[in-house]
């Protein structure tokens, strides 16, 4: 066996192959520019999923029995409130954004603590309904005491530890540390 390193290199001649090595293409710039048109395009579909996700947690609340979820229902107002928290995301619909984090943050305290009472879930949806992208805006002052009300609701089923309020997202803390583990 002889210990050649010399090795043949085969291009098949296609057009893609010619493409490739051919400059040109859009610049950085346009190329994001083309890439936010498009997405920008999705924006009415989002914000009708965004309100169809909020409807179906209104749906799944009103078949709550006595005020309180069972497992699956928590499980499907969670899956929502991530639908709601994607869309939301996507578009710039942050202060949204937040109150879904917050309704899923909340359900997934619930799973844990064995206990699924309605109403802070529908204090969450109200609230959702509130900055929803067709909702009139609320002036900055009465916003940030919604979302206070809503850190109280988080404090009081123990997701935040030592009772802090974060002044904006960025002071959130992600993953066991906002559950007080």
Known sequence: MSDSTDAFIYFADI????????????????????????????????????????????????????????????????????????????FGYEQLSHVARSLGDLTNMLLILGTAPADPIIVHVRSAWMFAPRAATLPAESAQRVLAELRRVLDHFGLLAGGEEPSSDEEWPAGPERLGN
């Open 15 to 90: 057009a893609l192959s010619k493409l490739v090595v051919q400059p040109g293409g859009k610049q950085k710039e346009d190329a994001i520019a083309d890439a936010q048109s498009r997405v920008e395009t999705l924006r009415c579909e989002s914000i009708a999923g965004i309100e169809s996700a909020l409807r179906e947690t209104e749906m799944v609340l009103n078949l709550a029995q006595d005020m309180t979820l069972d497992k699956d229902q928590l499980l499907r107002v969670r899956e929502l409130a991530d639908r709601v928290i994607t869309l939301a995301s996507a």
